[in-house]
């Protein structure tokens, strides 16, 4: 038996004692009540402890909630938000439950390296994570019977300052497990469940945290124990810290490690869903189960196949992990008997044909009976990309599908926005998001609500930028033009671009930069002036990121630029939020067909605020001529100088012929009326078709519905 029990004693009143409920349970992040709820309670504290409500109620004064339980409007909006959390908790009447009746009882094992689901919770780098995170609290709001596989890394992923040079310095930041929302797995005696899980001639030792996201539960494996040595204790230490044996040792860990804290945790998933090939190695495991049981091999790689899924996330080479092969032999030579297989049959199980080395996604592309990738052109591009491993196929019949990524929108749409779409789409909008009809009202939002609203936003990340600004101006003595480049002199009538996403050399930050002298001309024209708000890290290996950054951030200093380029430490979830909400236009300039999906992009659609990005990904497939611009031509324009001068062309001449003039072009009010025609067309076009909601319909529909039949 399994139980997280009670694990802080927080001595909350009694009337409210089920704040402790809330507080761990992730819910509350996606619910505008609910973070209401806590804010009232302290609102100085609910900004200092970053929006975490465990650790705010723990350090809460007694005081304090002294006062609002004399509060009678509190309490009621306290039973309200404990009901409404039952009612969803319960989950009598899910779309799963009525669209699919056939699956009932079944459960997914959704495996993946990272999950991004509140800042509180470290455990993410960039967008694979989030995308998990959103794929768990959509199944959550679908009634998606998902169970989430991974690790509580202690130290979770790099933390970004930028030095007064612009050198981006790691940092990295021990949790406080006290004040994170998870809670320890105990075991039948009820001391911590420890499992001990072969790992080359060895055996780890990993306990189990489990997280809450609405109905899904996540299972997070943790190293960091006794018993372990200390290489062992840091497997799970940071996320994509180490060199490859670390990596590979994650891996295996995360892999067979998982499946086993399923068994023992009594979860028999029916479908198992690797998202990314860090996990593929619970293919082999699930393999090794069944032929331990008395199966022939064969026999068992197809029962494997029929209950697999796997989704393979970028076409960039750096993206897929290969181990040497001796490595694998180190660590697997004691496994592959147990399969009953020699060294050569068990490395062929990953090999790409005319290559050496273990390849995780070609293991996972072989193993899984169902693949896919991210959006339709991905699709195309992985076909291409593995067609050697189904030599006799021509490339349109490569067994890989597509399920184009989307976005949670209850997380990523501004609460006040949100509000917009409740009053003019109705308050089920959240519910019946899927539902192009919906979206379709956005039509009668009059144009000064919706504008007055985004220049809300745009002040609110002015704000947030300011006090980040200052607040570095401060408590680090930084240099005063480090203020300028965090954005202290950003000007709220000025059109604002945002670009923001990881520092890796395919996303071209730079490419806006290609002719200096002509940006300019935008940026400083008197009358039509235009800003640029830049985030993201760099992996903490990679100089070359850094050097991108260290460009940028420059020219964010140099005087020339008179702080009209911005550059806003550390990307994350929080400053993801302010940026994809109160920028006037997202960019996005990838070098094509590197980027899979891309989903910030998603983001900012929803809430009104435009793309402006290359044909690739999903813009591919959601640009509709009225919504945005493109950058560059369908298919890309090939790697190369030419073809980056050519793509920056293209972006000049666009700011300066379309979106400038359009943003500019104010009525007697000075609302831009055909800027706000455009926000909504944004809205009306993306929010349907790129929330979490119908991705995760398509997940369910297209491949768990038929997988959990071939199961059978
Ligand atoms: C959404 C998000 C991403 C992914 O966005 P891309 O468009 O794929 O780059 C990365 N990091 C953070 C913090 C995000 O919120």
Redesign the pocket.
Known sequence: MVTTDSYHDWNLPERVARLKDLAYNLWWSWHPEARALFKEIDRTLWADTHHNPVRMLRACPKVVLDARMADKGFLSRYDAVIAAFDAYMAGNDTWFSKAHPELKGVTVGYFSAEF?VHNSLRI????????AGDHCKAASDLGVPLIGVGFMYPQGYVQQKISSDGWQQNVYEQADWDASPIRPVLGPSGGRMLLDIPLGRGMVKVAVWKVQVGRVPLYLMDTNVDGNSPHDREISGRLYGGDRTMRLRQEIILGIGGVRMLRALGVHPAIFHANEGHSSFLFLELAREKVSAGKPLDEALREVADGAVFTTHTPVEAGHDVFAEEMISEYFSSYWPQLGVEREQFLDFARVPGHSGWNMTALALKMAGRRNAVSRRHGQVSREMWKSLWPSRPVDEVPISHVT?G?HLAT?VQQEIGAVYDRYLGEDWRERQDDPALWSKVAAIPDEVLWLQHNRNKSQLLQMMRARARAKWMTEKSDPSQALAGGALLDHSALTIGF???FAGY?RATLILHDIERLKKMLFDPWRPVQLVFA?KAHPADDGGKMLIQQIYRLAKDPAFGGRIAFVED???????YL?QGVDMWL?NPLAPL?????????AGANGVPNFSVLD?WWEEGYNGANGWPIGQPGGRGAGPEADQADAEDIYATLERKVIPLYYDRDDLLIPRGWVKLMKESIRSVAPKYGASRMVKDYVNGLYAPTAAAAR
């Open positions: 991004g993410y780098s960039g967008g694979l994570g989030i995308l990524n976005v990523w923001a996403r990881r996303k993201g990307y994350d979830m929080h400053v993801a939020r994809v996005n980027e899979a999906c891309g989903t910030s992009g998603q983001k990904g």
